[in-house]
Each structure stands twice: as C-alpha cells, then as structure tokens.
Nanobody, 124 residues
Framework: QVQLVESGGGLVQAGGSLRLSCAAS????????MGWFRQAPGKEREFVAS????????YYADSVKGRFTISRDNAKIIMYLQMNSLKPEDTAVYYC?????????????????WGQGTQVTVSS
C-alpha cells in the first residue's frame, strides 16, 4: 500500500508559478505509475498529467500542455508538478494518485491510491 501526501498549493496571481509535491510512503513507489488530477468547485475531478514508473513517459491534458511539467524522483520517493503561466481556470484542489497497473493511464478509475489534495487558487 502507498500513502500519498500533497503539498505546495497556495494563492498565486495569474501568470505566476507553483510547484506541487507528492510525497509517498513505502519502498515500492518506483513500481507505480503516478498521476495528478484536479477538481474545481462544482465540477468533476479531471486528469491533469501522469508519469510512468520510470519517468520515461508522460501524458498531459490539453489544457495544461506546455505550461505544466510532471516529474518524479524515485530515490526520494516524491513526485512533482511544476505549474507555470497559471490561469484562473487552473483553480482547483489538486490530487496525486498512484496506479499499480502496467499501462500509463489518464483515467481516474485506474488509480488505486489517492492523496488528500492541496488547494491551488489563481487570482485574476
């Protein structure tokens, strides 16, 4: 089992940057594909980005492509989401998640373990 804890959220002006972190417990972190999802008020949770266990493959939602970068450090058992050129529509609670299956997924139901979320608010 993997326990996930997000951090790094906060309030930032449009055009600014934030880096989210997802710290994981357990020695098997490198066995998991990882993902970031977000949920804005009144909306369903949506896919943001995902990264394979090795870090070699990444996927991004079209809405964040070119602005967000997902990365991981298996030695430190941590994953990051660097968010640049933030927009008010990026405001949401951001969740990290771990997936035990082989294929890298963009689908929420593929992920087995979830963090508690961290709030990101982008002011205009």
């Amino acid at each position: 089992q993997v326990q996930l804890v997000e951090s790094g959220g906060g309030l930032v002006q449009a055009g600014g940057s934030l880096r989210l972190s997802c710290a994981a417990s357990g020695r098997t972190f490198s066995n998991y594909n990882m993902g970031w999802f977000r949920q804005a008020p009144g909306k369903e949770r949506e896919f943001v980005a995902s990264i394979s266990w090795s870090g070699a493959t990444t996927y991004y939602a079209d809405s964040v492509k070119g602005r967000f970068t997902i990365s991981r450090d298996n030695a430190k058992i941590i994953m990051y989401l660097q968010m640049n050129s933030l927009k008010p529509e990026d405001t949401a609670v951001y969740y990290c998640a771990a997936d035990r299956t082989l294929g890298l997924s963009r689908v929420e139901r593929s992920y087995d373990y979830w963090g508690q979320g961290t709030q990101v608010t982008v002011s205009s």
